[in-house]
Structure formats: structure tokens, C-alpha cells
């Protein structure tokens, strides 16, 4: 079994369907990417596995848990954390209130400071600026306290959401080694990107989606290989 | 202006109203007159505010021009000897300076929603503080009367009380004027560039409507009307109180009225009046006649009927946003496309 | 009395300032509502008034202990803010702004009327007298100084429960994005809740202080309805450092004007001022201009 599975998973937005007759699956440890071009579904793709967006057909569990039946937010403590896109913090709060939010579970309050040193330990910018308000923090900034609020429940999987978005390349491959460094440390990690290449580099497998549905899917460096991915997305 | 022939009967029948009731009800005419009437001049007022409430301007201030419009006009009687002939105009005079000079500065500030709303509740309280203040002259919180000249009926004195035949003919025409400045309004060009200013403001502004302008002529246009109904209210009852023609409690009384009727089309004011004063009437009725609900409560089962208009209204705003005659249009739309 | 710098003009002021933690406990919940939900409770001050209801009548009818009386107080108008809520606002959150607040009418209005019902419309006092205390020539009320004292501590507390603890943290991060709560693991519909008893609470509150103060009677809610609005709105939505200061200028604008001229003048420049002030700065007094 894996940790994540999804089969034959359909979702939309009113009469527009986004997503059509999606499977897939990530195995625990594992980083997982999914690509494709914009509108090819890949948003809704982790709304739907988050909750905040109900499936409109198909199975979905995590750990064999089913997540169809769950409200959303029930959705975070069968160990599935979302850094939505365009991170979402809380503007006017400070830096270290958004952690604590992220760390609002019961469960998850008990370890709180246990969980801060390790979030401060990875993004010792963070700690510096613990009191500012997250809204007034560079892009790169924000998507760290993003991705360390989600770190705070102590989840299996985390979902990240087009985390280069409007970032500087400089603070772009920061991200990208910061993905390598937490599935290091034992998170599984499913991410969207659209920065196809470099984000290849870290993740092992990657599943390509088109309009709505599962094109392509293998080892990263097969799919950077294969024509498919070289023409549509690299140009080649 | 052609009469659509269902609009001719409708008018017909509403002059032979009185008469009929004199025929049926021989004895109680004149309470059954009063109620009419009233329900007409409310229905004027309501209409009014739904001038500008079907907008987006929802205001919980017109309660203020109501008021001034029975001041004015009753102070200027009292103390100057103005006959109301001229004194109404004045108040309405009054009535659109005020509306002029909250509205201008608001609009120019883009104030909209709930600032708009308690905005205006504070202009409403502060003429309603302005009216108990000057006590000297509006016996304050009391209220005060109209002068009585002659045996109550006299045009110079704009008095017809005392003849509920006349009265209701001076109501029905008051009502009339009301709704022939809502078609007005409905078949001007102002009336699009409202609409495309109730849905979003920027883009309004953006192809070239003149945002403020527009809305303080309608805003104007709605504060005379609401002291134009506030004045001949005050010389049919013959009495003036800040609570009963000033003040936010009315203010309320006037946007849920128009509410519950619905304020996107022509009657719906008119239906809501009818509603309210039909319900408040009828539940009075009933609870004063019940014996059980008397050794209950007492004199306070009169309270009942506002709990169950407040109920009601809940119930409404839930269910029904667009009123009751803007439900059943579109009631009767759905069903004539499905048959 | 002549409006001049003498004793009494000084007294006035300190009376105005202790007015104001009164204007400013009870704008407190309001504010909080308003910000969190994005509602207006129209009826909040009827809230007050049931408040004061249900403490008369546990205090005066069933003669429990007036702490006690209080705390019941306390609870029921909590409830009450839960039920209004649960029944009138969740069906409309996402209507238009002005819907949720007429339906908030529709509720003054039955609030109003079953006070009416239940208590009659005489005046009702609960009979607590605490007397006054005096500084030189010039005495001030006890009840004024608990109301102040009890303002001040209440906005501290709030203060400190809103950032320092899980749920009140949440509350305000749910005035911020609404959406993203559920991915906190936070279920918003109860937050909404938690936070419609915390509001309904806080008018309980005002209202266990107004009854050592003021006459019980259905219409109270009118009388000072209108000037919470007014100190909220002033004071910047949300803000309740904001909300303090407006609710002394506004106090002052009472009492000064009150004591230089009759009680409805000192009330009407208030009101004047807050229109004024609308204009001159639409976003509250210490707002920032967007």
C-alpha cells in the first residue's frame, strides 16, 4: 500500500472539469513532482487531496484512510500539510503566530517547542524576524514561514504548491535544495512546480498532467529525458 | 405615458376602495380608512427609500428626512403662521440640503455598505438628538401637534383629518406622485448608469459614468420624497413625535418595509407597506382578542406582533432577499418557462 | 450650568474618561464580531439589554447573589451570540453585506419585543447603590470607576488571549484569510462560533456594569446602540487600541457637551464629530490611509 493513493480521481469548478480520471500514487520517503503547463490542473490536484475542494468522482486515501469522507479540515491530521499557493500566511501576524498556527492541532501543540527549534534550525531566517509581521517579508522569506508553518504539525506528506512562484533564481534553487533537505529528513514531499528542470533535479518521480489528465509519469530523469517533457516544457 | 389596462383597473378600483369600504363596513369606516391611509402614505415613503436603497445605497438614515419634512413643516405652521403650502417645500428644501451634505463628502470618500449604513444612523440620530433638543419648540421627546385651523379641513392649512374621504384621496395621490417618480427614474438613462454603479463602481467610473454625480441626484431625489411623505404624515396624524416620524426605529421600520415588499420593482414598496401594516394590524387584532394570551401577558401581548415582525423579518432577509413581490416575479418567470 | 475651565468643567472630563471605558468595553465585542466575521450586529446593543435583563431578573426575582447573577448574565447572552450566529448570520455569510445587517434588525426588533413581553416597559433597577467617591471638591461614582477599571482589564485580556492562545490566535488569523484556516487544521464554522460567544460574552459583560449605572427598559439598546456603532467605526474596525481612543473623544464630546449645554447636545456633537470625522478619515482614527 501507499502512503498516498488516488484512482480514477475527478474534480471541478462548477460545469468546468479540472481534473479527469487522475491515479496516482507516493510511497512513503519519497518526493514526488507534478508538472505540466499552466491550467493543466495541477493546483486542483492538491486542493483536492487537502480537501479544500471536494473530488467529484474516484478514491482517495491517505495510509488507507479514506479522505473523500473527511471535511477539510480533518484532512490535516491523517498527516497531510498544504502550503497553498501563493503561501496564504497571515499578513499581520508575526512570523512565529503563523507558526503557531500551523501548529494548531492538539496533537501537534504538545511538541511545540520541539517543532519550533526544528523549523528555526532550517530556516534560521526566520528566527531572526520571529516578531515581524509575515506580510512585510521578501517573497522568499514568506515562502519559508509558509513551508516551516506547515512543518509545525509534524506531517507525513507535505503538499507544496508552485513554491518558486515570483521568486528571484537565486532564492529559487534556495527552495529547491530546502525540498531535498526535508525529504532528507524523512517528509514525504509532493510537489507542483512549473520550473520543469529544476525541479527534475531534486524530486525522484514526477507525473506530468495535461488538460485535466495523467500524460506521462516515471524517474525524473527519464521524464527529462523523454521527448514529451524536452519539447512542451524545455523548449528543446 | 401609456396605461397599461391592468394599471387602469388597479387605479380604478383604488378610487372605488373608500367607497366600497363605506358600503361594507358602515360602522367602522373611519378605522378602516385610517388604515388604508396610512398604508398608502408609508407605501410613498418606503418607495422613496427604495429610490436609492435598489442602488446599493442602503440607508439607515431616512428616518432623518422623514422627520425633517414633519418638523419643518409643522414648526414653520406653529411659530411662523407659514401655511404648509410653502412650509413642505421648504422642508424638502432642508431635507435635500442635508442629504446634499452627508452625501457629497460620502460618495467622494467612496463610504459604501456597512460604513454607508452607520454613517447614515448617525446622521439620523443627530437630527433626532437636534429635534428633543430643541424642546422649547418640539416639546422633545413628547412631540407636539399642528396647529388646528378651523374644524381640522382647510387647504391653506394642508389639514384633512378630520374627513377620512378626503384624507384618503390626498394619501392615494401622494402614493401616485411616489410611484410616477419611481417610472421616471426606472425609464431614465440614470437609471442604467445606477445599476452599473450598484454592481461595481470602478468600472462604472471607468466608461464614463459620473459616479458621485449620479448618485447624489438620486440621493436627493429619495430625501425629498421621504420629507414630502414625512410632512403629509404629519398633517394626517396631527401629531409629531421623534420616536413615531424621526429617529432610527423608524429608519428601520422604513428599510425593512420596503424589503420585505422588495425593492427592485415598482410596487414592491407599495406591497411591503400593505404587508407590514396588514401584519402589525392583524396580529394586534387577534392578540388583543385572545383571552388566553391576555391572562398571559396582559397590556404587553401588544409586544407580540413586533416579535413575530421581527421574526419575520429574519425569515425574509433568509429566504426571500429579493421581497415578496420580487419572489413571486420570479416565481411566475420560472413557471411560465417551464410550461 | 455656564461651560467654563472651573471645577466643574475638570470633574466633567474625568467623568468622560470614566464614561468612555464604558463605550469602550462595550464596543469591544462589537468590534470583534465585526472584525472577524465581517458582520454587524445591529442588535448588539440589544444584546446589553437582554443582558441586563437576565441579570435583573436572576438577581432581583430569584435572589441569587449578584456575582452569581452576573455570571448567568454572562452566559446567556453568549449563548445568545452563538444562536444569532447559528441562526441568522451562517445562512447569509455570503450574501450581500447589507442583508446580514438587516436580518441583525430583524433580530433587534424580536429582542426588543420579548423583553417587552417577559419585563413590561417600566423601568426596572436592580437597587445596588455604591455610592461615590470623592477627590477634593469633586465626586465621581463608584460604579463609573469599576466600569473603567473593568474595561481596561477586559481589553488587556482580550489582547493577551487573542495573541498569546491557540484559539485566540486563530480567531484573529480567521479575520485574515478565511480560507486558508481549514489547511491550519481548524474547523472555521466553530471558530465563527467561538467567536460569536466571545462577542455575546463581552455585551453580557457591559451589561453586568451598566446595570450598577443605569435603568432597565426595553428601548436602552436605542438609546446607546447608535454610539457603539460609532466608536467602532471610529476606532477602525478591528482595532481595539483604536477603539479605546475613540471611545474617549467621543465620551469627552458627551460629557463636555453635556455639561455645558443639555444632555442631547453634548450626544449630537458627538455624532457630528463622527460624521466629520467619517469624511476627513473614512479608514478610523489611527488608521492607516490605504
Not at chain 1, 515570483?166 to 526535508?182: D, N, S, T
Request: with cysteine; proline share 3%.
Amino acid at each position: 500500500m501507499s502512503m498516498l493513493e488516488l484512482h480514477g480521481v475527478c474534480a471541478g469548478y462548477g460545469g468546468f472539469r479540472a481534473l479527469n480520471d487522475i491515479s496516482m500514487a507516493v510511497e512513503v520517503g519519497e518526493s514526488v513532482a507534478v508538472i505540466g503547463a499552466n491550467g493543466a490542473g495541477k493546483t486542483t490536484l492538491l486542493r483536492v487531496i487537502s480537501g479544500m475542494l471536494p473530488a467529484a468522482a474516484g478514491r482517495l486515501s491517505m495510509e488507507g484512510q479514506d479522505l473523500r469522507t473527511l471535511p477539510a479540515h480533518k484532512v490535516l491530521s491523517t498527516g497531510i500539510a498544504h502550503v497553498p499557493e501563493n503561501r496564504h500566511l497571515f499578513p499581520r501576524l508575526t512570523v512565529e503566530q503563523n507558526l503557531r498556527l500551523g501548529a494548531f492541532l492538539p496533537s501537534a501543540r504538545a511538541r511545540f517547542p520541539e517543532r519550533l527549534d526544528y523549523v528555526y534550525g532550517l530556516f534560521p531566517r526566520l528566527k531572526e524576524r520571529r516578531l515581524q509581521f509575515a506580510g512585510t517579508m521578501s517573497g522568499g522569506e514568506q515562502q519559508m514561514c509558509a513551508i516551516g508553518r506547515a512543518l509545525m504539525s509534524g506531517p507525513k506528506l507535505i503538499l507544496l504548491d508552485e513554491p518558486s512562484t515570483g521568486l528571484a533564481p537565486v532564492v529559487v534553487q534556495q527552495v529547491f535544495e530546502l525540498v531535498r533537505k526535508i525529504r532528507d529528513d524523512g517528509y514525504t514531499v509532493l510537489i507542483v512546480e512549473q520550473n520543469v528542470t529544476q525541479v527534475l533535479a531534486v524530486v525522484d518521480r514526477a507525473y506530468l498532467l495535461s488538460v485535466g489528465r495523467v500524460e506521462m509519469s516515471g524517474r525524473s530523469a527519464d521524464l527529462l529525458a523523454s521527448e514529451a517533457v524536452q519539447k512542451t516544457y524545455l523548449g528543446l | 405615458m401609456k396605461l397599461n389596462p391592468a394599471y387602469a383597473v388597479g387605479l380604478a378600483a383604488l378610487v372605488a376602495l373608500p367607497f366600497a369600504i363605506r358600503a361594507v363596513f358602515p360602522g367602522s369606516e373611519k378605522y378602516y380608512l385610517h388604515i388604508v391611509i396610512q398604508m398608502l402614505l408609508w407605501a410613498q415613503i418606503y418607495t422613496g427609500w427604495a429610490l436609492m436603497g435598489r442602488f446599493g445605497l442602503t440607508s439607515l438614515g431616512h428616518g432623518a428626512f422623514t422627520g425633517i419634512g414633519a418638523y419643518v413643516t409643522v414648526m414653520l405652521w406653529n411659530f411662523a403662521g407659514l401655511t404648509p403650502l410653502i412650509g413642505i417645500p421648504v422642508a424638502i428644501v432642508v431635507a435635500v440640503a442635508l442629504a446634499l451634505l452627508i452625501g457629497y463628502p460620502s460618495f467622494l470618500q467612496r463610504i459604501r455598505g456597512h460604513y454607508f449604513a452607520l454613517l447614515t444612523l448617525a446622521m439620523v440620530e443627530f437630527v433626532r438628538l437636534c429635534i428633543v433638543g430643541l424642546r422649547d419648540f418640539t416639546g422633545g421627546s413628547l412631540g407636539t401637534q399642528p396647529a388646528r385651523y378651523g374644524d381640522g379641513i382647510s387647504f391653506y392649512a394642508v389639514q384633512f383629518e378630520a374627513d377620512r374621504m378626503i384624507a384618503y384621496f390626498v394619501a392615494l395621490a401622494v402614493w401616485l406622485a411616489g410611484i410616477l417618480v419611481w417610472v421616471r427614474v426606472d425609464r431614465s438613462m440614470d437609471r442604467f448608469a445606477l445599476e452599473a454603479l450598484g454592481q461595481d463602481e470602478e468600472a462604472a467610473a471607468a466608461v464614463g459614468i459620473n459616479v458621485t454625480r449620479e448618485k447624489l441626484k438620486i440621493t436627493a431625489l429619495s430625501a425629498a420624497m421621504c420629507a414630502f411623505g414625512g410632512a403629509i404624515f404629519a398633517q394626517y396624524q396631527m401629531y409629531i413625535g421623534p420616536d413615531t416620524i424621526a429617529g432610527f426605529g423608524v429608519s428601520l421600520n422604513i428599510v425593512f418595509g420596503a424589503v420585505a415588499g422588495g425593492i427592485g420593482v415598482m410596487l414592491g414598496p407599495t406591497i411591503g407597506a400593505l404587508f407590514t401594516q396588514l401584519l402589525s394590524e392583524g396580529l394586534r387584532m387577534f392578540f388583543q382578542g385572545s383571552v388566553t394570551l391576555n391572562a398571559m401577558f396582559g397590556s404587553r401581548v401588544l409586544s407580540l406582533d413586533t416579535l413575530i415582525y421581527g421574526v419575520l423579518l429574519v425569515l425574509f432577509i433568509i429566504h426571500m432577499p429579493r421581497g415578496i413581490v420580487g419572489t413571486a416575479m420570479e416565481y411566475w418567470r420560472k413557471h411560465k418557462r417551464g410550461s | 450650568m455656564t461651560c467654563s475651565l472651573d471645577i466643574f468643567f475638570l470633574e466633567a472630563v474625568l467623568n468622560g474618561i470614566l464614561l468612555a471605558g464604558l463605550l469602550a468595553l462595550l464596543s469591544l465585542g462589537l468590534n470583534l464580531v465585526f472584525g472577524v466575521v465581517d458582520v454587524v450586529w445591529i442588535c448588539y446593543a440589544e444584546l446589553v439589554m437582554i443582558g441586563m435583563y437576565a441579570i435583573f431578573f436572576a438577581y432581583s426575582t430569584l435572589d441569587l447573589p449578584l456575582p452569581l447573577a452576573m455570571l448567568i448574565g454572562i452566559t446567556f447572552t453568549a449563548l445568545l451570540g452563538v444562536a444569532l450566529h447559528m441562526i441568522v448570520i451562517r445562512p447569509l455569510l455570503d450574501a450581500a453585506p447589507i442583508n446580514q445587517l438587516l436580518a441583525t434588525g430583524g433580530v433587534l426588533f424580536l429582542l426588543q419585543a420579548a423583553a417587552t413581553l417577559a419585563f413590561g416597559i417600566e423601568f426596572r433597577n436592580i437597587g445596588v447603590h455604591l455610592g461615590s467617591a470623592s477627590l477634593g471638591d469633586m465626586f465621581f461614582s463608584w460604579g463609573r470607576i469599576i466600569t473603567f477599571s473593568v474595561a481596561l482589564a477586559t481589553m488587556l485580556g482580550l489582547r493577551y488571549f487573542l495573541r498569546h492562545s491557540y484559539l485566540g490566535l486563530a480567531i484573529l488569523a480567521l479575520s485574515q484569510d478565511r480560507h486558508v484556516m481549514p489547511l491550519m487544521g481548524a474547523d472555521s464554522r466553530r471558530l465563527y462560533a467561538a467567536t460569536s460567544a466571545l462577542g455575546g460574552g463581552l455585551a453580557g459583560l457591559g451589561a453586568a456594569l451598566m446595570v450598577l449605572q443605569f435603568d432597565i427598559y426595553p428601548q436602552i439598546g436605542l438609546q446607546f446602540g447608535p454610539l457603539i456603532f460609532m466608536v467602532c467605526v471610529l476606532g477602525g474596525l478591528g482595532n481595539m487600541l483604536g477603539g479605546f481612543v475613540a471611545a474617549l473623544v467621543i465620551a469627552q464630546f458627551i460629557t463636555i457637551g453635556s455639561s455645558c449645554f443639555a444632555t442631547e447636545w453634548g450626544y449630537a456633537i458627538a455624532f457630528l464629530f463622527f460624521i466629520l470625522m467619517m469624511f476627513i478619515r473614512p479608514q478610523g482614527l489611527l488608521g492607516a490611509r490605504s
